[in-house]
């Protein structure tokens, strides 16, 4: 009997240590295009102890179409060009560690072809002969950046600079910002759109400040195309165009207070307690509770760290006058985090307030 427990146990050990590993690719996503002889991140993410290098496979349906690469290291990127001779398509890709112990599929994406300049149709441009170079836009991506100005809050913000180093005015300067991130979040699959107010003359450069709000833990792919669905002019080269960006956030704490019961301890005082609570991803840092009870003044509480998920109360005796013979309403105000000590997810909802009514000996509360 011993030794079948023993045999279970570790049964059941090694079934843990199997599931503690795992692979998770970000990108390619799921309705992705990319396009034939353009140069793509291949994005994931490992966790757990295994293999220091993967292999990556390009798979249609059941099939292997193409060994992407044998070996490359497990540190989660890895560049591809995709080549010109894969016919057009859905695909997935596998990353697999080399010891065959850990993979994961990408979801179903396209790749299509690329758009080719059929001169002949470029009315009103300029040919320069012997240079293959044409008289129009030609935009370049470049200098971005993804980093925290609000870290605890989750709040990054999105850098990139845009270059036209073509001969002709590039108007209609649009672009999109696609974000993949933590499954179920806003930003598991979300696309922003957006345009530059004015048309970007040759050899100038713009640029482009986005501020984004994450709010789930795990890794998160910005990827900036301008001139995305290439309608808005031609250009030469489209290559230049996209740059993909990617952070991890690690979570962020958010306070909340709330005036749960004002009790009655005789005929002219009151017990009132306050409830602080982090609903949060991550640990609070010490702070302030600020509360103010009518005709009884302001009073300061200290607040530890609460841990996510935790509350601590706090607790008030209050005098009501005039005597509880009497209707009278009071109002009742708290707010936590008083100094802004604490990095939160969300700031708003770090007060509250509360009026209550006396009536001889009941004390009923009315939320506003």
């Known amino acids: 009997m011993f030794k079948q427990s023993v045999f279970i146990i570790l049964i059941l050990f090694f079934v843990s240590f199997v599931y503690s590993q795992s692979i998770s690719i970000v990108s390619p996503a799921k309705g992705d295009t990319w396009v034939k002889g353009r140069k793509y991140t291949i994005r994931w993410t490992r966790s757990g102890s295994m293999n220091d290098f993967v292999k990556i496979r390009l798979y249609q349906g059941n099939s292997k179409v193409l060994g992407i690469v044998d070996r490359t290291d497990n540190d989660g990127s890895y560049?591809?060009?995709?080549?010109?001779?894969?016919?057009?398509?859905?695909?997935?890709?596998?990353?697999?560690?080399?010891?065959?112990?850990?993979?994961?599929?990408?979801?179903?994406?396209?790749?299509?072809?690329?758009?080719?300049?059929?001169?002949?149709?470029?009315?009103?441009?300029?040919?320069?002969?012997?240079?293959?170079?044409?008289?129009?836009?030609?935009?370049?991506?470049?200098?971005?950046?993804?980093?925290?100005?609000?870290?605890?809050?989750?709040?990054?913000?999105?850098?990139?600079?845009?270059?036209?180093?073509?001969?002709?005015?590039?108007?209609?300067?649009?672009?999109?910002?696609?974000?993949?991130?933590?499954?179920?979040?806003?930003?598991?699959?979300?696309?922003?759109?957006?345009?530059?107010?004015?048309?970007?003359?040759?050899?100038?450069?713009?640029?482009?400040?986005?501020?984004?709000?994450?709010?789930?833990?795990?890794?998160?792919?910005?990827?900036?195309?301008?001139?995305?669905?290439?309608?808005?002019?031609v250009e030469y080269d489209y290559s230049n165009n996209e740059v993909i960006k990617g952070i991890y956030f690690s979570g962020a704490p958010d306070l909340i207070v709330l005036i749960l019961g004002v009790l009655p301890r005789s005929r002219e005082f009151a017990h009132v307690r306050f409830l602080v609570k982090n609903i949060g991803k991550k640990s609070s840092s010490p702070c302030k509770l600020w509360t103010n009870i009518e005709d009884n003044g302001v009073k300061f509480f200290d607040v530890p760290g609460i841990k996510p998920g935790g509350e601590v109360s706090f607790y008030r005796d209050a005098r009501w006058s005039p005597p509880p013979d009497k209707k009278v309403l009071k109002k009742l105000y708290a707010i936590i985090d008083y100094y802004n000590e604490v990095k939160e997810i969300d700031e708003k909802n770090n007060r509250t307030s509360l009026i209550t009514r006396v009536i001889k000996e009941e004390i009923r509360s009315v939320w506003f």
């Open 79 to 233: 560049d591809w060009t995709v080549p010109d001779n894969i016919n057009p398509g859905t695909y997935r890709i596998r990353v697999k560690t080399v010891d065959n112990q850990i993979y994961d599929d990408s979801e179903n994406f396209e790749i299509k072809k690329g758009n080719k300049i059929n001169v002949s149709n470029l009315k009103g441009l300029k040919v320069k002969t012997g240079f293959k170079s044409y008289d129009f836009p030609e935009l370049k991506v470049y200098g971005a950046s993804l980093k925290f100005t609000h870290e605890h809050a989750g709040e990054v913000n999105f850098h990139v600079a845009v270059t036209n180093e073509g001969r002709v005015e590039a108007r209609k300067l649009s672009y999109i910002i696609k974000i993949n991130g933590p499954h179920g979040d806003k930003y598991d699959k979300y696309t922003f759109y957006g345009s530059f107010p004015y048309p970007l003359p040759p050899k100038k450069s713009v640029e482009l400040d986005k501020k984004f709000i994450l709010k789930k833990v795990g890794s998160y792919v910005f990827t900036f195309i301008v001139n995305p669905d290439h309608k808005s002019f």
